[in-house]
């Protein structure tokens, strides 16, 4: 079925609609990467927001799940995800040949009978949808340099829906050959089908595709550079494109995990958790890690949550995009980290101005003047915030960990990344930070009903730290998760009820760090 032709009369134009209306109804599997550990925190939100039911691939990491094409862009939207597939085809029990040579034939006999066409149409479709959020704030139509040489008029905002997309088809613009174009019979086979989308892209440049294999197992005879390579030269036999690793168009995914073999088209070119953040410090949080501790939090309406070492803002940027119903405060000790917390806030409200997704009414305040602020009733005086925050249940100030400036009992939910001591701090002074920042965190949490969620890779110190703190603090569970290649543990806890200042985990001073502490803390600056 030909999605992209060159003459479209008002007719013609009409059987498109029509075609892009029924191919919106397709259900397909969309396969996505998310990080380690929270594949089931990912699965929550796919069922949340798109009504769909995600199961967990048998390799870490994986989620597969069944939508119709129209939810494409709320795929995208999702923000537990990291990397998008169309599922081409998947065998839970292939049986891999003995020898490599056999692989091979068996590889290239693969290419030949996988059912491309549905992927290769949702390929296209992203393609289209990634152009029209590219050219959200464009005002002259430009051309595509891929698959269909259209011209396509520049729109204010992101089709979300079927029938805004086909008002959009509405201004599509055709220029080049002419071609006939009549709509397809009922027995339109596989075959055919592949044969258009072959003469469509007989008639320009060839496209560029590689393929990536991630494979896992112990029980293969052959490597991950071998199955690309012959399973690539099939792909290239089959549809004559043009091998390129680097300026690719199409990026054909084989996974494999042991005798599991997924072969998919990728939707993203990178990661969307590269969405908030500008202003990278040394071991910024990746946003969909971040948006997976707050769910573990389960926010709810009017909560106080508090990031006490934001670093770059990761946390509460994410917190306060998703739950604007809850109010954020989040600092640090670091000038440095602060100032990239604001100017990632200034990122973001800038971003997203026009579209009016996360801007309110806001008065602007004097900047030069101490500012007080509210924390469940209770009023604190401290540093002034950007004017620009008031758009947003968000505050970003510089305070010291172990002297946080908030009454006894004032916070619902405490959520941060923890200094590991490997690339920044050391494992020796977390001996000396983590039962001041347990003990602290204690204190400002309300007894009872308060949380924390806990990110460290220092698993035994923590460890150390929260038996010293049994009185105050309970672990309901441990998530463990893949940070930048270390193995690292979010612990979620719960305040007990007992009242700070009345167990002996009180005896030591709450309030005040030594000297190597707060170096501690300003080495540990995210």
């Known amino acids: 079925m030909n999605r992209f032709f060159y003459y479209v009369p008002d007719k013609i134009l009409l059987v498109y609609l029509g075609l892009i209306m029924q191919e919106l109804d397709q259900t397909v599997t969309i396969g996505a990467t998310v990080p380690t550990g929270f594949e089931h925190t990912a699965a929550e939100e796919v069922l949340e927001k798109l009504e769909a039911t995600a199961r967990v691939s048998k390799n870490r990491g994986r989620i597969y799940f069944d939508i119709t094409t129209d939810k494409l862009l709320k795929v995208h939207q999702l923000k537990s995800l990291d990397n998008l597939f169309v599922v081409v085809k998947e065998y839970d029990d292939y049986q891999f040949k ?19 066409t549905n992927a290769l149409e949702v390929w296209k479709l992203n393609n289209s949808i990634k152009k029209k959020k590219g050219r959200r704030k464009r005002t002259n139509p430009t051309k595509s340099d891929q698959c269909g040489n259209v011209d396509t008029k520049s729109t204010d905002t992101v089709p979300s829906d079927p029938e805004e997309l086909c008002e959009d088809l509405e201004a599509l613009e055709v220029k080049g050959n002419q071609r006939d174009v009549s709509s397809q019979p009922e027995n339109y086979s596989e075959t055919e089908k592949h044969s258009e989308i072959q003469d469509q892209e007989s008639g320009v440049t060839p496209l560029k595709f590689r393929v990536t294999c991630n494979r896992a197992g112990d029980k293969h005879c052959f490597a991950s550079n071998d199955a690309a390579r012959d399973f690539g030269g099939a792909v290239q036999e089959f549809f004559q494109w043009k091998a390129d690793m680097t300026k690719f168009d199409v990026e054909v995914l084989l996974n494999i995990h042991n005798n599991e073999v997924v072969v998919g088209i990728a939707l993203t070119v990178e990661s969307l958790h590269r969405r908030n953040i500008t202003h990278f410090g040394p071991t910024t949080l990746r946003s969909t890690l971040a948006y997976g501790m707050l769910r573990l939090c389960k926010p709810q309406v009017s909560d106080v949550i508090v990031d006490p070492m934001c670093g770059t803002g990761a946390i509460p940027l994410e917190g306060v995009m998703e739950w604007q119903n809850s109010f954020f405060l989040a600092g640090d000790n670091n000038g440095t980290a602060v100032s990239r917390s604001r100017s990632n806030i200034k990122h973001i409200l800038k971003r997203t101005h026009d579209g009016g997704r996360i801007m309110r009414e806001h008065t602007p305040m004097d900047e030069k003047q101490p500012h007080t602020w509210m924390v469940s009733g209770c009023c604190t005086v401290g540093p002034t915030p950007d004017s620009c925050f008031s758009g947003l249940p968000l505050d970003i100030v510089q305070w010291d960990l172990c002297n946080l400036p908030m009454r006894s009992s004032s916070v619902d939910i405490i959520i941060t990344d923890m200094p590991f001591g490997k690339r920044m701090g050391s494992k020796k002074k977390n001996w000396e930070l983590y039962p001041l920042c347990l003990r602290e965190m204690a ?7 308060g949380k924390a969620v806990l990110l460290t890779q220092d698993k035994k110190c923590f460890l150390k730290a929260l038996s010293q703190m049994e009185g105050l603090w309970r672990k309901l569970h441990t998530v463990w998760v893949n940070v930048g290649g270390l193995h690292a543990g979010v612990f979620v806890l719960k305040r007990t009820a007992v009242v700070f200042g009345t167990t002996p985990e009180d005896v030591m001073e709450p309030h005040t760090a030594t000297g190597s502490q707060k170096e501690s803390m300003k080495d540990g600056s995210l």
């Open 98 to 116: 003995p020898t490599k040579e056999e692989v091979q034939i068996d590889w290239q006999e693969l290419a030949n009978k996988l059912p491309w």
């Open 443 to 449: 204190r400002v949490c309300k007894p009872g009903t």
